[in-house]
């Protein structure tokens, strides 16, 4: 099996920054997307940014030109720097990982992470 474990979250202050990190563990062949979703209350789960393993990135427009996703194939961790932090990005982010293969010949598999919340006061 694979487990997400999402650190980094936590309470800061408007314009302030934060560092997500996520740590997949477990018997992975490949991870072919691995990213960051955010879940506000009372709102649907939402894209914030996801990276492929050749390195594409697609950001969602609220994380353009404030967050910075990047990943490390070979420690299969992906981390999210944000930075100039509104309260509007209040939720708890989910790390992910897609088209995730524990073997050659194994199925493509998603996994998510257990959540980290993010508070940012005005």
């Known amino acids: 099996q694979v487990e997400l474990v999402e650190s980094g979250g936590g309470l800061v202050q408007a314009g302030g920054s934060l560092r997500l990190s996520c740590a997949a563990s477990?018997?992975?062949?490949?991870?072919?997307?691995m990213g960051w979703y955010r879940q506000a209350p009372g709102k649907q789960r939402e894209l914030v940014a996801t990276?492929?393993?050749?390195?594409?990135?697609t950001y969602a427009d609220s994380a353009k030109g404030r967050f910075t996703i990047s990943r490390d194939n070979a420690k299969n961790t992906v981390d999210l720097q944000m930075n100039s932090l509104k309260p509007d990005d209040t939720a708890v982010y989910y790390c992910?990982?897609?088209?995730?293969?524990?073997?050659?010949?194994?199925?493509?598999?998603?996994?998510w992470g257990q959540g980290t919340q993010v508070i940012v006061s005005s």
């Open positions: 990276i492929a393993f050749g390195g594409v990135i």
């Open positions: 477990g018997s992975i062949f490949r991870i072919n997307a």
């Open positions: 992910n990982a897609d088209g995730v293969r524990l073997g050659f010949w194994d199925p493509l598999r998603e996994y």
